[in-house]
């Protein structure tokens, strides 16, 4: 079996070095260009609406009990997010929009951009709204609310009411680009210098064969 000395080794080193950050570079500007190709940005607002049932000060006088009222308004909050996220909402919530957005989205576009969110001992409903434009999710968010106000205590006749929070903004919208290119460009190179690497070892390998 042929022995090889460093000095022998070291031209074939470099090489392999060589080719293997060349690539490895190809591959981080190849995924980095394909990231930037497929990537997209989107912008959720949301605003915030408490349901639950008033009792007046002549009734808590009289002794009424507010805690079943309560449980009953808590029990029901799944129910009011699935109604938040119904087309008849998104229908009502359309007719708030100014005239060109109601020309730019459907109900049925409304409604599939629409998220309701409860959590457990909570009266709260947060209503999110996911599109392309900072200033469309801020203004649907908002027209939903509306809209829910509307029609809860059509559609679920008792409900508790609906009492809005703070408008959504554009300025307070949070935005998510996706996919990642830091993360696209660091895949590329470890790629690419693997690539490299096997590209190097197959080229060496193959001429001291030959030799």
Not at 165 to 170: E, N
């Amino acid at each position: 079996m042929k022995e090889y000395k460093l000095k022998e080794l070291g031209p074939s080193f470099w090489k392999g070095l060589i080719i293997t950050i060349v690539l490895a570079i190809i591959g981080g500007i190849g995924m980095g260009v394909l990231a930037k190709y497929k990537q997209s940005t989107s912008y959720t607002a949301e605003r915030s609406v408490v349901i639950s049932h008033r009792i007046s000060e002549s009734e808590l006088n009289q002794g009424n009990n507010q805690q079943p009222i309560v449980i009953t308004d808590l029990n029901m909050m799944d129910t009011y997010s699935d109604v938040a996220q119904d087309k008849q909402v998104a229908i009502n919530a359309r007719k708030y929009l100014p005239k060109k957005l109601q020309h730019k989205y459907s109900a049925d576009m409304i409604k599939e951009d629409v998220n309701a969110i409860t959590h457990p001992q909570s009266l709260v409903m947060k209503i999110k709204v996911r599109t392309g434009d900072a200033s469309d999710s801020a203004a649907i968010a908002n027209a939903v609310a509306r809209g829910f106000q509307k029609e809860l205590p059509k559609v679920q006749p008792g409900a508790g009411n609906v009492r809005l929070l703070s408008r959504a903004t554009s300025d307070d919208v949070e935005v998510n680009t996706t996919p990642n290119k830091k993360k696209y460009i660091a895949v590329g190179l470890a790629l690419g210098a693997l690539v490299g690497l096997v590209v190097s070892f197959t080229v060496v390998t193959w001429k001291r064969y030959l030799k």
